[in-house]
Every structure is written in structure tokens, then in C-alpha cells.
């Protein structure tokens, strides 16, 4: 199993940007989520979306700002990030079915 993270970078507050995690082995996907680590912090909880009805799930400092989505043809996991604050600056790994973790990308919301 490989999960693959793209799409981090440099963004002023404010801004977005658009997270991918592309799958690739075997294993169900379900749930796919999103975690962070921000400097000195523990690894946290963002958000999570089912494989099969596409549920969504979001840890409260994201909800309204962020949106998880999946492509499950296309085995890959979205994180669609609006209204980025500086607190958001971490490193954001993709994890599928709560084992198999991705190598991270990271995001810094900076002016």
C-alpha cells in the first residue's frame, strides 16, 4: 500500500489550496482521512470521508473551511483548504483505513 501527498505549500492567509493523497495497493480505503503535525504539536485529526455513502466528518477548527472528497475510480483523496489561517501551518498526511499512512506535505499560511 502507497499514499502519496501532494499539493502542500507557501499560501498568505486567506488563500487556498487544494490537497491530493493518490492510492495505490490493497486495501479497502475506508475511511480515507486527513491528519496534521504542526511544529512541537501532536499529530491531529482533520477530517474523514466514507468509501461507500461518502460521508463526511471534520474536526470543528475546519469545518466550513475545508472539504474532504474522494474519487474512488480514480483512487485518489481531495482536501479542498479555504480561508487558510496561519494556525493551519502543518504538515498534512493522508491515512487509509487506519493504518497506512502517507509521507506528508507540507502547508505553511504565512504573509
Known amino acids: 500500500v502507497q499514499l502519496v501527498e501532494s499539493g502542500g505549500g507557501l499560501v498568505q492567509p486567506g488563500g487556498s489550496l487544494r490537497l491530493s493523497c493518490a492510492a495505490s495497493g490493497s486495501f479497502s480505503g475506508d475511511p480515507m482521512s486527513w491528519y496534521r503535525q504542526a511544529p512541537g504539536k501532536e499529530r491531529e485529526w482533520v477530517a474523514s470521508v466514507a468509501r461507500t455513502n461518502g460521508n463526511t466528518y471534520y474536526t470543528k477548527s475546519v469545518k466550513g473551511r475545508f472539504t474532504i472528497s474522494r474519487d474512488n475510480a480514480k483512487r485518489i483523496m481531495y482536501l479542498q483548504m479555504n480561508n487558510l489561517k496561519p494556525s493551519d501551518t502543518a504538515v498534512y498526511y493522508c491515512?487509509?483505513?487506519?493504518?497506512?499512512w502517507g509521507q506528508g506535505t507540507q502547508v505553511t499560511v504565512s504573509s
Open positions: 491515512k487509509g483505513d487506519g493504518e497506512y
